[in-house]
């Protein structure tokens, strides 16, 4: 795995320039990352291009032995284009302009923003393409970020209507698709409808879904633009996008379709005090991230372009962006590192070479301070490097357990939750969580990929299932787990005929007829466990595999098929899946709290997110070739198995 960096050689003078890019390759750095947000210097004025600067610029990197990700700088459009067509800004729900003086400021459905997009894309192919240098292009910057996917304007208003017509062909067709007899919703044409928002009360779901699906399919169409253009311009370089965390506001399988690798944004700290984490495990984990977060993402988005990701933005130490922005422990950076390596990484990138002291990220560290010190994040880079060097070529992940991961599946929900509290990623991830716990090693799968080879399958919630694939299911022999609201809509969203779960009656013969939501404090308790948020009576000739001391069933199994009917807590779901482990022949480990272990061919890493010492002797099946048995918090070890 290699090391690499992001740098903004326009951010400094260029008499640093040749300085920065030696101490890269002696910190052990060999890739770094440029131009994204650089197009107000590339393109001062319309038509007249600077670009002596990024001439040097990459001439003096690839002079140090650097390979250079060129990104497009698309995500910060200048202001003198922003002044030429001002409708090219996104609008929110609420009908306002997102104008200029930060970034993002586009809605993805604006042709003539799109095609300034291709021309400086090309502009930027024509110049650099073929500079041996270039070794990869980064596609603009975190598709969707600040909530910029789903746009509201005139040009995503016509967009919408023409993805419509294309998609039920006439407007009748729509109207029962979308039930729009219900309160009188119904169109006359095409041209009638706009999009989901600034209604009296909530707008029909069945709307609000197609135009998520919509906006999902814009962003895919607008990457695609660019794609086309570097294929046919810089051919022979990696093409690649960076993805954020917990982000389902566009579809990442399908745009990565058309990547060579996908890679994502890891600021674990950050992510950890943004999202629904409870206060203790904020508190437990605030200097480390949760243990499952880096891990998480690192199997999601390995599972999205052809199994090939890297990490293009690692946290090296407080970020600027939550709300509460603690540095990490000691060891967390090398955590970090060799964590992604574990997970089959190609590269680890780190944000950024050198803190700026100006702009919206002035208290974002980098691994340099603003004063060109070297911040712990160089030390930490530099020992990863050191051991990275230490362990040679790593063998491909394990393969064991399939999660499947459904981004159409998190629109719907919102579109219609139902529960306040019912947040489908949530889900997903106390699923993977829990595997992670009984030591498995996971693959995050889309709902369409191959399953074969795997000893089981868990599907948190799937809504929208199809004959096909309950069948490919059905049919694989090892044991599959889907989780509450599975097959409970159409793809129309409307209610299955027969009731929930759909298609999935034929192999899992139970019936849903009600279901509840249920507020903090109100659960219904097993043996054991309790469930809370959502709640379905089950209709069934089957008897319970697990029951509620009001004796409904809460879990039924039918041959390798299950159906768990309500929200678990952390108890539930080790029983499920502990059951399901030994069915497969799968054995589990007795992992100590904030404790986790990942195979990479015969290699097994452990890794300590707690923040206290951990005795793995009786967790290690062999001699450790990094780190000790007494494993210090935010440190690692390994160790050799037999193939």
């Given amino acids: 795995m290699r090391l690499g960096c992001c740098y903004y050689p326009e951010h400094w003078p260029e008499d640093w320039w040749a300085e920065d890019a030696r101490r890269m390759a002696a910190l052990g750095l060999t890739r770094v990352r440029i131009g994204e947000f650089a197009w107000s210097r590339i393109e001062p004025e319309a038509g007249r291009y600077d670009w002596g600067w990024l001439d040097r610029a990459i001439d003096t990197l690839h002079g140090a032995g650097l390979g250079i990700i060129l990104g497009t700088p698309t995500a910060t459009p200048p202001k003198w284009l922003v002044d030429t067509m001002p409708d090219m800004l996104a609008i929110d729900a609420d ?20 095609a300034q997009c291709q021309r400086i894309v090309a502009a930027l192919a024509d110049r650099y393409g073929t500079h041996p240098g270039i070794v990869a292009w980064q596609t603009d910057n975190e598709y969707g970020c600040h909530d910029t996917v789903v746009s509201h304007s005139a040009a995503a208003a016509q967009g919408f209507r023409r993805w419509l017509a294309a998609r039920h062909g006439d407007i009748d067709t729509l109207n029962a698709a979308w039930g729009n007899v219900f309160w009188s919703m119904e169109y006359r044409s095409f041209d009638e409808i706009d999009p989901p928002n600034l209604t009296v009360t909530e707008p029909n779901p069945a709307h609000v879904l197609d135009y998520r699906r919509f906006a999902s399919d814009e962003v895919a169409r607008f990457n695609r633009a660019q794609v086309d253009i570097l294929r046919s311009r810089s051919p022979g370089r990696d093409i690649v996008h960076n993805f954020m965390g917990f982000f389902t506001q566009f579809d990442h399988h399908k745009l990565s379709r058309d990547l060579d690798v996908a890679t994502w944004d ?5 992510f950890l005090d943004q999202f629904w984490f409870s206060d203790a495990e904020k508190l437990a984990y605030a200097r480390q991230g949760h243990p499952d977060i880096a891990a998480f993402h690192h199997d999601l988005y390995r ?4 199994g090939r990701w890297w990490v293009m933005e690692q946290q090296p130490g407080p970020v600027n962006w939550a709300a509460h922005n603690p540095a990490p422990l000691d060891g967390m950076v090398r955590l970090w590192t060799l964590e992604a390596a574990a997970h089959g990484a190609e590269l680890v990138s780190y944000f950024r070479w050198r803190q700026a002291p100006f702009g919206q990220e002035a208290h974002h560290a980098g691994l340099l301070r603003p004063d060109s010190v070297e911040d712990s994040g160089a030390h930490e880079a530099r020992a990863a490097a050191a051991d990275l060097a230490a362990l040679g070529d790593l063998g491909p992940p394990a393969k064991s357990v399939a999660l499947i991961f459904s981004y159409e599946a998190a629109w719907l929900f919102e579109a219609q939750p139902q529960g306040r509290s019912f947040r489908y990623v949530e889900l997903v991830f106390r699923c993977y969580s829990a595997l992670r716990q009984l030591g498995f090693d996971v693959d995050i799968l889309p709902a369409d990929a191959g399953l074969d080879g795997y000893a089981m399958v868990v599907i948190p919630s799937l809504p929208l299932l199809d004959d096909e694939l309950v069948a490919r299911l ?13 097959g409970s809509r159409t793809v129309t969203f409307q209610i299955p005929a027969g009731l929930p779960p759909g298609p999935l009656r034929t192999a899992l013969p139970i019936t849903i007829p009600r279901v509840e939501s249920l507020r903090d404090g109100l659960v219904e308790t097993g043996d054991g466990f309790a469930v809370g948020r959502w709640y379905e009576h089950v209709e069934t000739s089957l008897t319970p595999e697990i029951a509620l001391k009001n004796g409904r069933g809460i879990v039924y199994r039918h041959q390798t098929m299950r159906y768990l009917a309500g929200w678990p807590d952390d108890a539930l779901l080790a029983d499920v899946l502990g059951r399901m482990a030994a069915e497969a022949g799968l054995a589990t480990v007795s992992l100590p709290p904030g404790v986790r272990v990942r195979r990479a061919g015969d290699i097994v890493f452990c890794f300590n997110y707690g923040r206290d010492p951990v005795d793995i002797a009786g967790i290690a099946s062999a001699s450790l070739i990094i780190g000790t048995y007494l494993l210090p918090a935010a440190s690692v070890a390994a160790w050799r198995v037999a193939s």
């Fill in 95 to 114: 009908g306002r302009e997102r104008r200029f003086g930060s970034r993002r400021h586009y809605c993805f459905s604006h042709l003539g923003y799109r």
């Fill in 266 to 270: 890891s600021y674990p700290i950050g």
């Fill in 303 to 306: 599972g999205c372009a052809h």
């Fill in 474 to 486: 059905a049919g694989l022999g090892v044991p599959v787990l889907l989780g509450p609201r599975s």
